[in-house]
């Protein structure tokens, strides 16, 4: 992350060099984009679908993100719902377009237990085993140098710490975690690879499983080289109790941090004060990663209120965004971007 150069300097510099005038973003946003004010790699999720049949969509995730996670585009049901049938338009189409656009990708994600088609839960023991390698060597050969980070295993812990019930756990026992990171490096060595959570923002039972999973792991040699902290939260269960603590913890066992999924929700309709509840979540999420110089990366689920997984999953709850639905960035977009 330190060799990245403050873009926003750079492009003034070179701007005065030129003699050119510094382009401003329209008065309804800040005027310099999100992804200029940071050293931070700084995303949103996407939906090839919405790339695709809006520009207006488009035009705002290309000028203030610098990373794209596709949402849905990467998983296995996705790519090989029939087996033997691979579909790779959606994720090949956002790669493809963050070459074009300069981003970097987020890899999500090689193994979890949803969105898993069921010709796979069905597989025998040995059976799974090679196929859950052959998908991890295909899919991350196919996009070799071009993702910067994997979310290699997703969410493999339950809140009191202990294992999820999954048919990997299942049929391959504990050690398919070293396995699949294993697998993941011989395919793409230099792709940082991450175990993914939500839940974990704290100090908690959960988060505690992860950092000893990670410390075992990195004394075992195996390559993991980072914690996605997903941070979905909720303006009504409080900001979670040491945030920044427990990005230190994982630093000093030399690993890497990301939020990967940020967004507040809010209960509906959003008023004035909800809003600076979320935008204050926002921020101490923003400079709890700012803080510590591991944490490399703040991407957030989505950009804007128009498409959210939000409203499906929680009746009642959503505006979890940094842009409404129009669009237009809201009072957490200026808290992180003043
Ligand atoms: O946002 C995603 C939604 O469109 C999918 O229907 C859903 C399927 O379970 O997954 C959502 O993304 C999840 C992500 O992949 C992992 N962490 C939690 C996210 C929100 O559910």
Redesign the pocket.
């Known amino acids: 992350m330190l060799r990245r150069i403050p873009k926003k300097r750079a492009l003034a510099a070179v701007a005065a060099v030129m003699g050119i005038a510094v382009w401003q973003a329209p008065s309804a946003s800040a005027s310099v984009p999100l992804q200029y004010t940071t050293h931070r790699y700084v995303g949103s999720?996407v939906a090839a679908q919405y790339l695709a049949s809006e520009p207006d969509y488009r035009a705002v995730l290309t000028r203030e993100f610098d990373n794209v996670t596709p949402?849905?585009e990467m998983?296995w049901g996705t790519v090989e719902a029939v087996r033997g049938q691979p579909d790779w338009s959606g994720a090949d189409a956002i790669v493809e377009y963050a070459q074009r656009t300069h981003k970097t990708v987020r890899g999500?994600?090689l193994v979890?237990h949803?969105?898993l088609p069921d010709w796979v839960s069905a597989l025998p023991a040995a059976e799974l085993r090679q196929v859950l390698r052959d998908h991890i060597t295909t899919e991350v050969k196919r996009y070799k140098g071009k993702i910067r980070a994997w979310d290699v295993v997703?969410?493999i812990f339950n809140e009191d710490g202990t294992r999820r019930d999954t048919v990997f756990h299942q049929k391959l026992g504990d050690g398919f975690v070293a396995d699949v990171f294993r697998w993941a490096h011989a395919a793409d060595p230099a792709a940082k690879l991450y175990i993914n959570d939500?839940n974990i923002e704290g100090i908690n039972p959960k988060s505690d499983a992860v950092y000893d999973l990670v410390k075992t792991l990195r004394r075992q040699g195996v390559p993991i080289d980072g914690v996605g902290i997903?941070a979905?939260l909720s303006i009504q269960y409080g900001f979670p109790a040491q945030f920044r603590e427990n990005l230190t913890r994982f630093a000093k066992l030399g690993v890497q941090t990301a939020i990967t999924?940020a967004d507040v929700r809010i209960p509906t309709p959003p008023d004035a004060a909800k809003l600076a509840t979320q935008a204050d979540y926002f921020g101490r999420l923003w400079d709890g990663c700012h803080a510590v110089s591991r944490c490399v990366e703040f991407t957030t689920?989505g950009f804007t209120d128009r498409h959210s997984?939000v409203p499906d999953?929680f009746p009642g709850e959503g505006a979890a965004c940094l842009f409404d639905e129009n669009l237009h960035p809201k009072p957490a977009y200026f808290r992180i971007n003043p």
């Open positions: 999720a949402e849905n998983k999500h994600t979890w949803s969105q997703n969410e939500y997903q979905h999924e689920w997984w999953v």
